[in-house]
């Protein structure tokens, strides 16, 4: 993400999100729990933007993404956009749907690692927020729902049908966004949906200590590793290890490369610039 802004001045308040930052750690809440989180479409529309500023300033290096209340986020509002929807023509709705997949796209592309906080509900739009981001660090009561079918639309909603397949296999990702049936926590983490599972309310706790640790960590580092794991996911092996090959030969001519080597020798912890 280049970080080259035009006239506009960065956002001081989003009006759908709780948005704090602290020493490279941005969270991001989703912040109607009175329904769930439930995404309405400025929710959709804030959370592309705000990733998108987050994306070009330099000061962040990771994110959390959590919910407010009882649980993750319950999808897309029933009344303000599943109702909404029902009056639109096709050009709107591709707008709509254009939209939402930008916010994964978002998530996926930008130059920090995300990681989901997910407590109760992560169902429908929620879910994929949820598999969009690098981590998704769960207490017990967490359950998945990929609702799509469930309301007569493709259980490829969203980048879902793309992304759900290469976290969990052809298999499992058939069943869930075929049938639109819950997954529980535990079974979430067998079949790799969840990457940490913690004691019932520590999942928010567990995603702020991890995210410390990326902030803390080689910035750049993390930022190609994420970048190189998305873009080499269609790439055959001749081309995905000239990528890696390109990637390293300039990360080896960095300041953090050369950081390590400095801290190796004088028995230090290296002080990692993100350079």
Same mark, same amino acid.
């Given at each position: 993400?280049?970080?080259?802004?035009?006239?506009?001045?960065?956002?001081?308040?989003?009006?759908?999100?709780?948005?704090?930052?602290?020493?490279?750690?941005?969270?991001?809440?989703?912040?109607? @729990?009175?329904?769930?989180?439930?995404?309405?479409?400025?929710?959709?529309?804030?959370?592309?933007?705000?990733?998108?500023?987050?994306? *070009?300033?330099?000061?962040?290096?990771?994110?959390?993404?959590?919910?407010?209340?009882?649980?993750?986020?319950?999808?897309?509002?029933?009344?303000?956009?599943?109702?909404?929807? $029902?009056?639109?023509?096709?050009?709107?709705?591709?707008?709509?749907?254009?939209?939402?997949?930008?916010?994964?796209?978002?998530? *996926?592309?930008?130059?920090? @690692?995300?990681?989901?906080?997910?407590?109760?509900?992560?169902?429908?739009?929620?879910?994929?927020?949820? $598999?969009?981001?690098?981590?998704?660090?769960?207490? @017990?009561?967490?359950?998945?729902?990929?609702?799509?079918?469930?309301?007569?639309?493709?259980?490829?909603?969203?980048?879902?049908?793309?992304?759900?397949? *290469?976290?969990?296999?052809?298999?499992?990702?058939?069943?869930?966004?075929?049938?639109?049936?819950?997954?529980?926590?535990?079974?979430?983490? *067998?079949?790799? $949906?969840?990457? &940490?599972?913690?004691?019932?309310?520590?999942?928010?706790?567990?995603? &702020?200590?991890?995210?410390?640790?990326?902030?803390?960590?080689?910035?750049?580092?993390?930022?190609?590793?994420?970048?190189?794991?998305?873009?080499?996911?269609?790439?055959?092996?001749?081309?995905?290890?000239?990528?890696?090959?390109?990637?390293?030969?300039?990360?080896?001519?960095?300041?953090?490369?050369?950081?390590?080597?400095?801290?190796?020798?004088?028995?230090?912890?290296?002080?990692?610039?993100?350079?």
């Amino acid at each position: 993400m280049s970080p080259f802004t035009g006239s506009a001045a960065r956002t001081p308040d989003w009006r759908h999100l709780r948005v704090k930052l602290d020493d490279g750690v941005a969270t991001v809440t989703l912040a109607r @729990p009175e329904k769930l989180n439930a995404l309405t479409f400025g929710a959709y529309a804030d959370l592309r933007d705000l990733l998108a500023e987050l994306s *070009r300033e330099r000061a962040v290096r990771a994110l959390v993404l959590a919910g407010e209340g009882r649980g993750f986020c319950s999808g897309g509002d029933v009344d303000e956009i599943i109702g909404a929807t $029902l009056s639109m023509d096709t050009a709107e709705l591709l707008d709509f749907n254009r939209m939402t997949g930008q916010v994964v796209r978002a998530v *996926r592309e930008c130059p920090f @690692p995300v990681i989901a906080a997910v407590h109760g509900v992560a169902a429908g739009a929620g879910a994929v927020l949820a $598999l969009a981001a690098d981590f998704r660090v769960a207490d @017990p009561s967490a359950r998945f729902a990929f609702l799509f079918t469930r309301v007569g639309l493709s259980g490829g909603d969203m980048g879902a049908a793309y992304l759900l397949p *290469r976290v969990v296999g052809l298999g499992h990702a058939t069943r869930l966004l075929m049938l639109g049936e819950p997954v529980r926590a535990s079974e979430a983490e *067998r079949i790799g $949906l969840i990457s &940490q599972l913690t004691d019932e309310g520590h999942a928010d706790e567990a995603a &702020q200590i991890l995210a410390r640790r990326l902030a803390d960590g080689p910035a750049l580092a993390h930022a190609q590793t994420k970048a190189l794991l998305t873009a080499e996911l269609d790439m055959p092996l001749a081309a995905s290890v000239e990528m890696d090959a390109a990637t390293q030969a300039l990360l080896m001519n960095g300041e953090d490369y050369a950081e390590f080597h400095a801290a190796f020798t004088e028995k230090r912890p290296p002080k990692w610039r993100g350079r």
